[in-house]
C-alpha cells in the first residue's frame, strides 16, 4: 500500500513564499511521476505541476515561473517550492503519484494519478 504524507503548509502573506513537501512509502519512487493538485472552496481540483520520473516538468500557467517542483528519489520526497505567494493560491494542496510506471511524460489529470496524500492547507493573506 502507496502511502504519502506531506508536510508545510501554512499561513503566509501575499508575496512570501512556502515549500511542501510530500514522502512517499509502499513503492518504487523513483519509477513513477509526481504531481501536485490543489482545490480552492468552491472550485474543482486542479493540477499544478508535475514531474515525470525522469524529472521532466510542467507547470499549469497561473504557476509559471513561481512554484518549482523537484524531487529527491533518496529521500522518496518530491518538494513544491512556492515563491510571490498570491491569494489565488489559497486552497488545499495535494501530491499524487502517476498510476503509470516509467512515463515520459507529465500527467496533467487527476485520473492519472492512483495514490493521494492527505492535503495541507496553504492560505495567503493579502
Known amino acids: 500500500q502507496v502511502q504519502l504524507v506531506e508536510s508545510g503548509g501554512g499561513l503566509v502573506q501575499a508575496g512570501g513564499s512556502l515549500r511542501l513537501s510530500c514522502t512517499a512509502s509502499g513503492r518504487t519512487f523513483s519509477s513513477y511521476g509526481m504531481g501536485w493538485f490543489r482545490q480552492a472552496p468552491g472550485k474543482e481540483r486542479e493540477f499544478v505541476a508535475g514531474i515525470s520520473w525522469t524529472d521532466n516538468t510542467y507547470y499549469v500557467d497561473s504557476v509559471k515561473g513561481r512554484f518549482t517542483i523537484s524531487r529527491d528519489n533518496a529521500k522518496n520526497t518530491v518538494y513544491l517550492q512556492m515563491n510571490s505567494l498570491k491569494s489565488e493560491d489559497t486552497a488545499v494542496y495535494y501530491c499524487?503519484?502517476?498510476?503509470?510506471?516509467?512515463?515520459?511524460?507529465?500527467?496533467?489529470?487527476?485520473?492519472?494519478?492512483?495514490?493521494w496524500g492527505q492535503g495541507p492547507q496553504v492560505t495567503v493573506s493579502s
Open positions: 499524487a503519484t502517476d498510476r503509470r510506471r516509467t512515463a515520459w511524460d507529465v500527467a496533467r489529470t487527476s485520473g492519472s494519478y492512483n495514490y
